[in-house]
């Protein structure tokens, strides 16, 4: 479902740029919801360019500035959910895996077997990873704590230094509300 994915974006939709320790994201918002976050080498496809000439740069957007301050109180740990109306487009079985996905809670991890399992058939695991890989809307949906049954950091789409680095983020902020 990346593929091809700003046809699915609203007329009204609009897009901003957010600063992170993870790198820059692209945020595209419109007046209903949170439609997709591109980052790293996403943002350099020729879709991801074409919906950069396509939409407006509108920063001032209230839902960009919502989603641009819930990210950055993530990035500081002090938010571990996110209250963000989100639009999602993808098949039965990618909705299934993304809303399995936000139920993992935060500082903790699933392996894609349980995730699979969550979905109604833990034989899955494949297809799970396939549809984490095109989440469309990374750290929110958290596809990043999702590891390999051995307990290995596997597949991610901004790359493993990045999962580690969201995952040590997150337990390093579980045990500091742990120590309070």
Not at 31 to 43: D, T, V, Y
Not at 74 to 92: E, Q
Not at 115 to 129: F, T
Request: proline share 5%; net charge positive.
């Amino acid at each position: 479902m990346r593929k091809n994915w700003i046809s699915h974006l609203p007329l009204d939709c609009s897009y901003g740029k957010i600063s992170t320790p993870v790198g820059p994201l692209t945020v595209f918002v419109s007046s209903k919801a949170l439609h997709r976050i591109a980052w790293g080498n996403e943002q350099e496809t020729e879709e991801c360019l074409l919906a950069l000439h396509t939409f407006r740069k509108d920063e001032q957007h209230p839902l960009f500035l919502k989603t641009a301050k819930a990210l950055q109180e993530y990035f500081a740990g002090k938010r571990r959910t996110f209250d963000l109306p989100l639009v999602l487009k993808g098949t039965d079985f990618q909705l299934q895996a993304w809303q399995a996905l936000c139920n993992i809670p935060y500082g903790q991890t699933r392996s894609y077997a349980e995730q699979a399992e969550k979905v109604g058939n833990r034989n899955k695991a494949r297809a799970v990873g396939m549809a984490n890989h095109y989440n469309p809307i990374p750290i929110i949906i958290p596809c990043h704590r999702v590891i390999g049954a051995n307990g290995q950091l596997t597949g991610f789409a901004g790359g493993l230094d990045l999962k580690q680095y969201l995952l040590t983020l997150e337990k390093n902020s579980s045990a500091l509300k742990v120590a309070v």
